[in-house]
């Protein structure tokens, strides 16, 4: 449904993107992830047309964004971040308005207001002004512009930002209703919201494409990876124990993600062709035993969406782009 | 048509809208006010004709501060809160964007214009003679076309900036500019200059109009350029997309 390749755009000196590829399948629900920076945002503002990208292109529903930028903008209905609106317009008047931005008048104007505020559970403030509403009123007034003209494809920038706990569950339920029978691709940074509502990722770094695919194919990729803890006596013999653990024979990462008080804890990734899980484990105890250390910890990671990012975003995405040629 | 339909849903939300911020009410308060005292001044004196062209000849130095006070938020507005974006991505091209912001704003001044009519009123009730209709017609005419070419200079301005009060001092600026130039410039200028600057001149094409007449010269001269700017103006949000 919407095709990217090849985006480029810098700001000045600053590339925002440069040379991002990747595809957000129909009837799905993709997320768009990375880091503040990483170019969210502007594949979103090149994707909804407000932005011309300096090279490559985006195609939407098969209709080429450059080519024809106000039918590509019929086929999306779309949240900024922040959903930023009129303050001083009742909501029902926006929407009306919204809703004649695409063309709809009359009684058709009427059922699609109607049912944007249905959609979005608005009726208790269809009549006060926007700018009086709490910010999760506000971002359920921007879903419902999103789709007022019932658009097949929904772009939504960072729809949880800034809200509580309450409404961040009130958004993700409203987001998986809406998504029903449309192209959703949703942007943010927080991470347990894009595992509980996307079939999909896009991860992006420093403007680059880190990895996509299916969710759940991407987590297997952290079944291959085993979480050790262990306490050393000096720092300089936890390292010396990482590089031995790193030799191992199958042994593809060794990810040092933090220290306390003198407990090391690595991520270590293993291909099972080469070494099986049985094996390396003896192989990294003998190794710790050797370095003196006292192993606290050592399994099999949890796959989660956190756990991969982190990953990527370490491996950054030249390694992550080398790591999928191959 | 589509874009004739939604060109003027965003004339009517940007009219309806100014009356909804309290800088509306005080654009619409600051020029009655100036034209009651004006009128009072210069207009309503006993013993000198009934005519309103003391108010149309300076009616250029008048509207300088009112039609850039209507159009600074037109689009910085937008690009100040951000609300810019959901315009810009909406079935809407950069013409129909600027013309509708255009028609909304000229609209506002149409109904400023509209508040000054009482003092019509009371001209022709108090006057023995009435005044002739023809020169006050052809006044309201003036001011409508010079209200409306200052407006597209400040939509330009506006499209240029997300500041509300550099979209509006950069408009008044260049208006003065252009009205200084024209008038007391134009006369100190090589003699070529002063021409082109003769024919740019606002203040004069005004005369005709303060007297009664209406010449599709000057009429064009006020389309062409007003058309000019709003069309400068789509061209500055066509070139925002790519920035």
């Known amino acids: 449904m919407i095709e990217a390749r090849n985006l480029q755009k810098s700001y000045g000196r600053v590339h925002a993107l440069a040379g991002v590829s990747f595809d957000v399948p129909p009837g799905q629900v993709t997320g768009l992830l990375g880091a503040n920076g990483a170019g969210k945002s502007t594949t979103i503002r090149i994707i909804t047309g407000y932005t011309v990208p300096d090279a490559g292109w985006v195609r939407v529903g098969g209709v080429l964004a450059s080519r024809d930028p106000i039918r590509v903008r019929q086929h999306i209905g779309y949240l900024p971040e922040s959903a930023p609106t009129y303050g001083e317009m009742p909501v029902e008047a926006l929407l009306g308005f919204r809703a004649s931005l695409h063309g709809l008048r009359g009684k058709a104007r009427k059922a699609a207001v109607d049912k944007a505020v249905d959609a979005c559970v608005l009726q208790s403030v269809r009549r006060r002004r926007v700018g009086q509403l709490s910010k999760g009123y506000k971002q359920r007034v921007g879903l419902a512009t999103a789709i007022l003209h019932d658009p097949p494809v929904l772009v939504l920038d960072e729809p949880s930002n800034g809200l509580d706990p309450g409404q961040i569950t009130e958004t993700r339920s409203l987001i998986r209703r809406l998504a029903e029978g449309r192209t959703v691709l949703v942007s943010s940074h927080i991470l347990p919201e894009i595992e509980r509502t996307c079939d999909r990722v896009v991860i992006l770094a420093r403007g680059r494409l880190c990895a996509q695919g299916p969710l759940e194919e991407l987590l297997a990729q952290g079944d291959h990876e085993l979480v050790c803890e262990a306490r050393f006596q000096t720092e300089p013999s936890a390292k010396e124990a990482a590089r031995a653990v790193g030799a191992i024979a199958g042994v593809g990462t060794v990810l040092p993600r933090e220290m306390d008080d003198g407990v090391e804890r690595w991520h270590v990734g293993f291909d099972p062709a080469t070494i099986g899980e049985g094996d390396l484990r003896k192989a990294i105890g003998s190794n710790l035993a050797a370095a003196g250390a006292e192993v606290r910890l050592l399994e099999r990671e949890k796959a989660s969406l956190e756990s991969l990012f982190l990953r990527l975003m370490e491996q950054g995405p030249d390694a992550a782009q080398a790591g999928s040629a191959a | ?243």
């Open chain 2, 1 to 243: 048509m589509r874009a004739l339909r939604t060109m003027w849903a965003i004339a009517v939300r940007e009219f309806v809208a100014l009356f909804r911020v309290p800088v509306g009410w005080l654009v619409l308060a600051l020029y009655a006010g100036l034209w009651g005292g004006m009128f009072v001044q210069f207009v309503l004196v006993p013993g000198a004709p009934a005519t309103m062209r003391p108010l149309f000849a300076t009616a250029a130095w008048l509207m300088l501060p009112i039609a850039p006070a209507i159009s600074m938020r037109l689009v910085s507005d937008e690009l100040r809160t951000g609300s810019y974006e959901l315009l810009a991505t909406s079935p809407v091209s950069e013409l129909s964007l600027a013309l509708g912001k255009f028609i909304g704003a000229g609209m506002f001044l149409l109904a400023l214009l509209g508040c000054t009519l009482p003092l019509v009123g009371v001209l022709l009730v108090v006057s023995d003679p009435m005044p002739d209709p023809g020169p006050m017609l052809a006044g309201y005419l003036s001011m409508t076309l010079l209200g409306l070419l200052f407006l597209s200079v400040g939509l330009l301005a506006s499209s240029l900036t997300a500041s509300q009060t550099l979209s509006f001092l950069g408009a008044m600026l260049a208006l003065f500019v252009w009205l200084l130039a024209t008038t007391a410039g134009r006369t100190r200028a090589p003699e070529a200059i002063g021409d082109i600057l003769a024919s740019l001149a606002i203040t004069d094409r005004l005369e005709g109009f303060a007297k009664g007449v209406i010449d599709t010269g000057d009429v064009g001269f006020f389309v062409v350029l007003t058309g000019w700017f709003v069309l400068a103006a789509s061209m500055c949000l066509g070139v925002r997309r790519w920035l």
